[in-house]
């Protein structure tokens, strides 16, 4: 799968285009323990993607109550093999509420230490090639955190770091306290979610929404060369196979030209979906996070078309249900 145009393919190897979001593994959010048929199901689905060129595999401490993990730490421990195949990213950050405390976001060098020493047991691994912090803790003091990173890359835990869920003023605030560049920034990008183009357009446009994502951003991991993720960026389905017949006009009517592209690039429909995320200059790395390995195969069909500039235009128009500015 073709990836040199991806920032992190001068960071990390393997590494890919496209990246497998693991959040669907492990069975329920509930507190039972992982199966033998969640861990076939784990085996089953990182085989998809290794089929389909997909190295780069996404989790988080909180996915599925930390099952997510484990689950996959299982595969690693049956099959150590594919530790040399792949790349291993996780994040950490938002805490569950407890008998102590409440629901929050914490940066906190104590937790971010316990996080990734957690996240290498359960995942039977003793280096994470990315670790990202989930979501802004407005209580983040970015010295703390720039100590706490340093000592995770000496050590040999983490090898890069990155953000989620950040707008560039968060990023440039915590990138002044750190000795390393961040290498990721992963946000709500798709077809359903399109504020991270919006805002870049509608600005100064009197009747026009605004657009809550935070200009500059884009620009501000290309300048840096962030590689920007996009998580939700199937939309779940909204555009390549979910019944929209109950939706806004402007979904049906995308829904439907998604469709006709796929048959016109002869690509899956979830290759269309993916594939406008992937023309855009910014050179995003979608996130998928279907664990059925016939979507996964239809995923990867992405890597292989570039949408031409009219197609893309098309796409974006009817997913926004109206004329531009």
């Avoid at 995942?123 to 703390?144: A, F, S, V």
Wanted: net charge negative.
């Amino acid at each position: 799968m073709p990836h040199s145009r991806y920032p992190l393919s001068k960071l990390i190897s393997p590494n890919s285009s496209i990246v497998f979001g693991c959040m669907g593994l492990g069975g329920s959010w509930e507190s039972n323990q992982i199966s033998a048929e969640d861990i076939q199901h784990a085996h089953l689905a990182v085989d998809a993607a290794l089929d389909a060129g997909i190295t780069l595999f996404d989790h988080a401490d909180i996915y599925s109550r930390g099952k997510a993990e484990k689950v996959f730490g299982e595969v690693l421990k049956q099959r150590p093999e594919l530790r040399e195949k792949i790349s291993i990213q996780s994040k950490c950050g938002i805490r569950f509420p407890d008998e102590h405390n409440p629901q929050q976001y914490d940066f906190s060098p104590e937790w971010i230490l316990q996080s990734v020493d957690n996240s290498l047991k359960q995942l039977n691994t003793e280096q994470l090639e990315i670790l990202l912090l989930h979501r802004p803790d407005p209580l983040m003091e970015p010295e703390l955190v720039a100590e706490i990173f340093d000592k995770l890359q000496s050590s040999g835990k983490v090898k890069h770091f990155g953000v989620s869920n950040m707008q560039h003023h968060q990023m440039a605030f915590l990138q002044a306290s750190l000795s390393e560049p961040l290498v990721v920034n992963q946000v709500e990008l798709s077809l359903s979610h399109l504020a991270f183009i919006e805002e870049g357009v509608t600005t100064g446009n009197s009747g026009e929404t605004l657009a809550n994502y935070g200009a500059g951003t884009l620009e501000y991991c290309q300048l840096n060369n962030i590689q920007l993720q996009s998580w939700g960026s199937l939309s779940q389905g909204l555009f390549s196979g979910a019944d929209v017949s109950n939706q806004p006009q402007h979904i049906q009517q995308t829904a439907k030209l998604v469709a006709k592209l796929a048959a016109e690039y002869q690509v899956s429909k979830e290759a269309i979906v993916l594939a406008w995320l992937m023309r855009h200059p910014a050179k995003i790395q979608p996130v998928i996070g279907t664990t059925n390995p016939s979507r996964i195969k239809n995923c990867a069909q992405a890597a292989n078309i570039q949408l031409t500039r009219s197609h893309w235009y098309e796409l974006w128009l009817a997913a926004r249900g109206k004329q531009l500015p």
